[in-house]
Protein backbone atom coordinates (compact mmCIF):
# COMPACT_ATOMS: atom_id res chain seq x y z
CA UNK A 1 0.00 0.00 0.00
CA UNK A 2 2.75 2.34 0.30
CA UNK A 3 3.22 2.21 -3.52
CA UNK A 4 -0.17 4.68 -3.42
CA UNK A 5 1.29 6.73 -0.37
CA UNK A 6 1.43 9.57 -2.62
CA UNK A 7 -1.91 9.39 -4.41
CA UNK A 8 -3.98 8.52 -1.08
CA UNK A 9 -1.89 11.57 0.37
CA UNK A 10 -3.05 14.26 -2.31
CA UNK A 11 -6.80 12.71 -2.67
CA UNK A 12 -6.68 13.90 1.42
CA UNK A 13 -4.85 17.55 1.21
CA UNK A 14 -7.78 17.82 -2.24
CA UNK A 15 -10.31 16.61 0.19
CA UNK A 16 -9.70 18.87 3.03
CA UNK A 17 -8.84 21.62 1.42
CA UNK A 18 -12.98 21.03 -0.39
CA UNK A 19 -13.97 20.21 3.01
CA UNK A 20 -12.67 23.97 4.42
CA UNK A 21 -13.71 25.81 1.17
CA UNK A 22 -17.43 24.79 1.31
CA UNK A 23 -17.72 25.20 5.03
CA UNK A 24 -15.92 28.45 4.36
CA UNK A 25 -18.28 29.01 1.52
CA UNK A 26 -21.39 27.84 2.82
CA UNK A 27 -20.71 30.07 6.02
CA UNK A 28 -20.28 33.57 4.20
CA UNK A 29 -23.31 32.44 2.06
CA UNK A 30 -25.48 32.00 5.12
CA UNK A 31 -24.31 34.77 7.00
CA UNK A 32 -25.24 36.97 3.63
CA UNK A 33 -29.23 35.48 4.03
CA UNK A 34 -28.77 32.50 1.63
CA UNK A 35 -30.98 29.63 3.67
CA UNK A 36 -30.83 27.58 0.68
CA UNK A 37 -27.39 26.47 1.73
CA UNK A 38 -28.82 24.39 4.93
CA UNK A 39 -30.69 22.23 2.24
CA UNK A 40 -30.18 18.90 1.99
CA UNK A 41 -28.14 18.42 -1.47
CA UNK A 42 -25.49 21.01 0.28
CA UNK A 43 -25.05 18.62 3.18
CA UNK A 44 -24.94 15.41 1.37
CA UNK A 45 -22.21 17.07 -0.66
CA UNK A 46 -20.76 18.13 2.63
CA UNK A 47 -20.85 14.62 3.76
CA UNK A 48 -19.45 13.12 0.80
CA UNK A 49 -16.32 15.13 0.47
CA UNK A 50 -15.82 14.54 4.45
CA UNK A 51 -16.02 11.14 4.38
CA UNK A 52 -13.51 10.80 1.43
CA UNK A 53 -11.71 12.98 3.74
CA UNK A 54 -11.78 10.82 6.81
CA UNK A 55 -11.18 7.70 4.35
CA UNK A 56 -8.01 8.83 2.49
CA UNK A 57 -6.66 9.51 6.45
CA UNK A 58 -7.22 6.39 8.13
CA UNK A 59 -5.50 4.80 4.51
CA UNK A 60 -2.74 7.33 5.57
CA UNK A 61 -2.81 6.12 9.20
CA UNK A 62 -2.36 2.50 8.50
CA UNK A 63 0.65 3.82 5.11
CA UNK A 64 2.50 5.77 7.58
CA UNK A 65 2.24 3.49 10.64
CA UNK A 66 1.59 6.67 12.80
CA UNK A 67 -1.66 6.71 14.81
CA UNK A 68 -3.94 9.11 16.92
CA UNK A 69 -3.21 9.01 20.82
CA UNK A 70 0.64 7.51 20.25
CA UNK A 71 1.55 10.01 17.77
CA UNK A 72 1.08 13.47 18.98
CA UNK A 73 1.25 15.36 16.12
CA UNK A 74 -2.05 13.02 15.05
CA UNK A 75 -3.85 13.11 18.34
CA UNK A 76 -3.93 17.18 18.03
CA UNK A 77 -5.44 16.70 15.01
CA UNK A 78 -7.94 14.57 16.09
CA UNK A 79 -9.09 16.64 19.27
CA UNK A 80 -9.00 19.92 17.03
CA UNK A 81 -11.40 18.20 14.59
CA UNK A 82 -14.03 17.29 17.60
CA UNK A 83 -14.01 21.34 18.20
CA UNK A 84 -14.23 22.35 14.33
CA UNK A 85 -17.28 19.84 14.79
CA UNK A 86 -19.01 21.52 17.58
CA UNK A 87 -18.29 24.99 16.33
CA UNK A 88 -19.26 23.70 13.22
CA UNK A 89 -22.92 21.94 13.84
CA UNK A 90 -23.31 25.76 15.96
CA UNK A 91 -22.53 27.62 13.37
CA UNK A 92 -25.73 25.97 11.57
CA UNK A 93 -27.88 26.07 14.49
CA UNK A 94 -26.97 29.57 15.70
CA UNK A 95 -30.05 31.76 15.93
CA UNK A 96 -28.41 35.32 15.93
CA UNK A 97 -25.98 36.68 12.90
CA UNK A 98 -23.19 37.50 15.29
CA UNK A 99 -23.43 34.04 17.01
CA UNK A 100 -23.10 32.53 13.95
CA UNK A 101 -20.92 34.46 12.57
CA UNK A 102 -18.73 34.25 15.80
CA UNK A 103 -19.07 30.34 15.64
CA UNK A 104 -17.87 29.86 11.95
CA UNK A 105 -14.71 32.22 12.57
CA UNK A 106 -13.83 30.08 14.95
CA UNK A 107 -14.78 27.09 13.13
CA UNK A 108 -12.24 28.23 10.20
CA UNK A 109 -9.63 29.58 13.16
CA UNK A 110 -9.43 25.69 14.31
CA UNK A 111 -9.03 24.50 10.50
CA UNK A 112 -6.40 26.41 9.90
CA UNK A 113 -4.82 25.45 12.95
CA UNK A 114 -4.85 21.85 12.04
CA UNK A 115 -3.61 22.50 8.95
CA UNK A 116 -0.61 23.51 10.21
CA UNK A 117 -0.42 20.71 12.59
CA UNK A 118 -0.69 19.10 9.31
CA UNK A 119 1.73 20.76 7.51
CA UNK A 120 4.55 20.52 10.16
CA UNK A 121 3.45 17.03 11.64
CA UNK A 122 4.03 18.99 15.36
CA UNK A 123 1.36 19.10 17.41
CA UNK A 124 1.70 22.98 17.74
CA UNK A 125 1.44 23.66 14.31
CA UNK A 126 3.58 27.06 13.10
CA UNK A 127 3.18 28.04 16.48
CA UNK A 128 6.11 25.54 16.98
CA UNK A 129 8.54 27.68 14.75
CA UNK A 130 7.38 30.96 17.12
Keep these: MIAFYAQIKLVHVAAALASGGLFALRGSLLLLGYRWVLAAPMRVLAYGVDTTLLTAALMLTTVI ?50 ISIAWTHDPWGLLSAA
Aim: charged letters at 10%; glycine letters at 8%.
Design 65 to 114: QQYPFVDAWLTAKIVLLGVYLVLGVCTWKARTRAARLGYWLAALGVFAFI
